[in-house]
């Protein structure tokens, strides 16, 4: 339960740190063109570097240290504005909020994807399969075939659930770990809006 809770919130904290950077570049509508332009273009470069390094990175338990700067540009260019009206105010109050949680989520997410079981709780495992495998061969009963096939099927079980556990405890390094899909629908949505003629004239 713990790493299928670890895993989950790791993918939890992809969507809430996609969702951010899409809520940003849509905030920024408020905010003076100069300063528009600036965010929406970080924001879509910073979903960019996700897809095209930072998740090969993360697979290797690396991150790109550009995202980093490309956010805080994005939050400079926010937060360096004197608003000239209350509409202004209130598109950077939202931006700068949204700015916010995608970069806690990230450094949540590069936090999660350094961490992981440990050799002790590991070891726990391994003594209780251990436990539950000897266990079942102590049934004394009296057709060996069938007591055998018993403890196979235990021993199948076991195993499985612990190559499972392998691959949960690191969410963006495993064969099953979480991919950038949520980072793929962010672009493939700041496009959408970027070309939408009906979008461009509320833009």
């Known amino acids: 339960m713990v790493v299928w809770q670890h895993f989950l919130e790791a993918r939890e904290l992809v969507v809430l740190e996609a969702g951010a950077d899409v809520d940003a570049w849509h905030t920024a509508v408020g905010l003076p063109a100069a300063v528009r332009e600036r965010v929406r273009h970080d924001m879509l470069r910073y979903a960019?570097?996700?897809?095209?390094?930072?998740?090969?990175?993360?697979?290797?338990?690396?991150?790109?240290?550009?995202?980093?700067?490309?956010?805080?540009?994005?939050?400079?260019?926010?937060?360096?504005?004197?608003?000239?009206?209350?509409?202004?105010?209130?598109?950077?109050?939202?931006?700068?909020?949204?700015?916010?949680?995608m970069h806690d989520a990230r450094q949540r997410r590069i936090a999660v994807n350094g961490s992981g079981v440990s050799w002790f709780e590991w070891l726990v495992l391994l003594i209780g399969a251990t436990c539950v495998i000897c266990f079942c061969w102590l049934f004394g009963l009296r057709n060996p075939r069938t007591q055998l096939l018993m403890t196979s099927t235990v021993v199948t079980i076991v195993v499985s659930i612990l190559v499972l556990l392998f691959e949960l405890q690191s969410p963006f390094r495993s064969a099953v770990g979480i991919g950038p899909d949520a980072w793929k629908a962010a672009v493939t949505h700041i496009h959408q809006m970027e070309t939408d003629e009906g979008m461009k004239m509320n833009m």
């Open 48 to 101: 960019t570097i996700m897809i095209d390094r930072e998740w090969p990175m993360m697979r290797l338990g690396s991150f790109d240290r550009d995202a980093a700067a490309v956010a805080m540009d994005a939050i400079d260019a926010t937060g360096a504005l004197v608003p000239g009206n209350m509409g202004q105010s209130n598109a950077q109050a939202a931006t700068m909020q949204q700015l916010g949680v």
